[in-house]
């Protein structure tokens, strides 16, 4: 089935810096979504993609859907102690039957120190 | 407040004791879905329901089974759960499909012993 090669797997910076990540296909995705996970909770939907080379923020975060629509990017400026968890990329997929599937990526950790 | 219920948030078991984890959802949501969380792997479908008495196998569908009797409730069973079935689980659930919004659980971590 379709993957997604998400980057770097973990990241340690400290507070204030910047942060960014990405996810590759080698097949076309129509949508790219970013969720974050913290600690003990569920995965929750930061950004939508739906258009290639869309640019979207959402606060300190931008997320883009690469031309090729096959790569996305997530930035996130001047990280705070609360940016600390797990971010995950995802991408609708249709299968032929037309089951639907959402693939997620493996996720990146992000540790912020203060 | 709009939310997925999902419980037990935590469950030790002994392997082939059938186990159902429950999901229920609040928000008149027609797409319900099973995930696991496993380190270095990401998450990964186990099941999912496009609407009342439909349902359809994701990526790892093997061990496991769901219903879909009612929209609000979408229960995880382990008829025989084995030690690989330890996980953390998360159901989730979005108005039509996977193009919107899933909103997510908190999560059931299993361990089978």
């Known amino acids: 089935g379709q993957q997604l090669n998400q980057s770097p797997q973990s990241m340690f910076i400290q507070e204030g810096e910047d942060v960014s990540m990405n996810c590759t296909s080698s097949s076309i995705f129509n949508t790219w979504l970013w969720y974050k996970q913290d600690p003990g909770e569920g995965p929750v939907l930061l950004i939508a993609l739906y258009k290639a080379g869309e640019l979207t923020s959402n606060g300190r975060l931008t997320a883009q859907f690469g031309i090729t629509r096959k790569d996305s990017f997530l930035n996130i400026s001047a990280s705070i102690p609360s940016d600390v968890g797990i971010y995950f990329c995802?991408?609708?997929?249709?299968?032929?039957?037309?089951?639907?599937?959402?693939?997620f990526g493996k996720g990146m950790k992000l540790t912020v120190n203060p | 407040e709009a939310q997925v219920t999902q419980n037990p948030r935590y469950l030790i078991t002994v392997t082939g004791k059938k186990l159902t984890v429950t999901c229920s959802q609040n928000m008149n949501h027609e797409y319900m879905s099973w995930y696991r969380q496993d380190p270095g792997l990401g998450l990964r479908q186990i099941y999912y329901?496009?609407?009342?008495?439909?349902?359809d196998k994701g990526d790892v569908p093997e061990g496991y089974k769901v219903s879909r009797k009612e929209k609000r409730n979408f229960p995880l069973i382990l008829e025989s759960p084995s030690p690989n079935q330890t996980s953390l689980y998360f159901c989730a659930s979005s108005l039509t499909g996977i193009n919107e919004k899933l909103f997510f659980g908190s999560g059931t971590q299993l361990s089978v012993l």
């Open positions: 995802a991408g609708p997929t249709v299968y032929q039957g037309g089951s639907e599937k959402l693939v």
């Open positions: 329901s496009m609407n009342v008495e439909v349902t």
